[in-house]
């Protein structure tokens, strides 16, 4: 065999062995070192305050315990109103579920009664009693798509309920480790300086540049996507309910967050909720909301395709279809969080290769020389 091309090959072995080691450390010792990515983080988003409190002659201690307060404090405020009003108006609505109960009864009884419906109903029967071949097939799909929702929908309610009981005794643990990230913010944000100096000279000189860029890259694509999806948020939760106001309908609130956080799904999103509402409405007799759900619709789905592109491509440099090739791939992963953690990886990746990593290790594998 060619001398050259087993170089090659052992290379190309030792790279993906490299990346596989790196990824099972990564894998490993999250779960062990997230509370001080937290506390940096943290530490890295009150760094401009704590700046500009230093300007003002505050020791650097109080400047750092003022900035905490200010962004623990702020956002607990936010998160406490928006989850008292979240509350008031899911109770509202369960209220209004249970007013429209007989309404939806009686709509699926007289869809039931409908003529159409009646024939096609005749014809399945007839169909069944002429084919007696295919009762034992049609007995078994019925049985199985009976079990199959049955079951779906065990393991849903299943599911919410053991999320509640992991989250309540969690809370104990998780006190402490707000109590940890608070402290371990404290000290590297009155250190950051230094901490950061002795954080870069860890690192090799050849390694110091590539992993700068990657940092700068991924810092500006990470935050920008951040700030591109709550843009799209916060202007599809706007127009919902500022809309629905408008059309008289309770508890536009939680409806119009609700929808702005489906939105996010890509090619999906508001239809899902809205095409159904206003068919609902229409069958119902409410021809005026249903109207209103359709033109609101319209509406949504123009600005989010004349917004989406423009805040994306601003952000991240990310196009339409590989995002939704991303939130695809993360779904299938790693379930409904795959819908945050794809993209995110979609990001990181093309850091790397905008720093020249996948560059450099091709050259690597094939002449063993890093360009």
Do not use: C
């Amino acid at each position: 065999m060619d001398s050259p091309l087993v170089k090659k090959v052992l290379r190309g072995l030792w790279v993906v062995l490299a990346g596989a080691g790196l990824l099972l450390a990564v894998y490993i010792l999250l779960p062990l070192i997230y509370p001080l990515l937290l506390a940096w983080l943290l530490a890295y988003l009150i760094h401009p305050l704590v700046l500009i409190l230093k300007s003002l002659k505050l020791p650097g201690w109080l400047a750092v315990v003022v900035s905490l307060l200010f962004y623990i404090g702020g956002t607990a405020l936010v998160l406490t109103a928006l989850i008292t009003r979240l509350v008031k108006e899911l109770i509202v609505l369960l209220q209004t579920f249970d007013l429209h109960t007989d309404e939806w009864r009686e709509l699926l009884l007289s869809l039931s009664r409908n003529a159409s419906i009646q024939n096609i109903i005749n014809q399945i029967n007839q169909f069944y009693h002429d084919n007696p071949g295919y009762h034992d097939t049609i007995d078994s799909n019925i049985n199985r798509t009976t079990e199959t929702v049955g079951q779906f929908f065990t393991e849903l309610i299943t599911g919410f309920f053991n999320m509640i009981l992991k989250l309540v005794s969690a809370l104990p643990s998780l006190g402490s480790i707000l109590i940890v990230i608070v402290l371990a913010a404290f000290f590297l944000s009155t250190g950051w300086e230094r901490h950061n100096a002795r954080l870069t000279g860890l690192l090799p000189a050849p390694l110091l540049r590539p992993v700068t860029n990657i940092w700068n890259d991924l810092r500006k694509a990470l935050v920008g996507y951040l700030r591109a999806q709550a843009v799209l948020i916060s202007v599809t939760a706007f127009i919902v309910i500022i809309g629905l106001l408008l059309l008289g309908v309770n508890s536009a609130f939680v409806i119009g967050l609700t929808i702005g956080l489906i939105d996010t799904i890509p090619y999906l999103g508001v239809g899902i909720i809205m095409l159904p509402w206003a068919l609902y409405s229409y069958m119902t007799g409410n021809l005026a909301l249903a109207i209103g759900l359709l033109v609101l619709y319209g509406i949504i789905l123009i600005t989010r395709q004349v917004l989406e592109p423009k805040v994306l491509a601003s952000s991240i440099g990310v196009d339409p279809l590989s995002m939704l090739i991303g939130v695809f791939a993360g779904l299938q992963l790693f379930g409904m969080l795959g819908i945050l953690i794809g993209p995110v990886v979609l990001v990181v990746l093309g850091a790397f290769s905008r720093a020249g990593v996948f560059r450099a290790l091709h050259s690597y594998i094939m002449s063993g020389k890093l360009h």
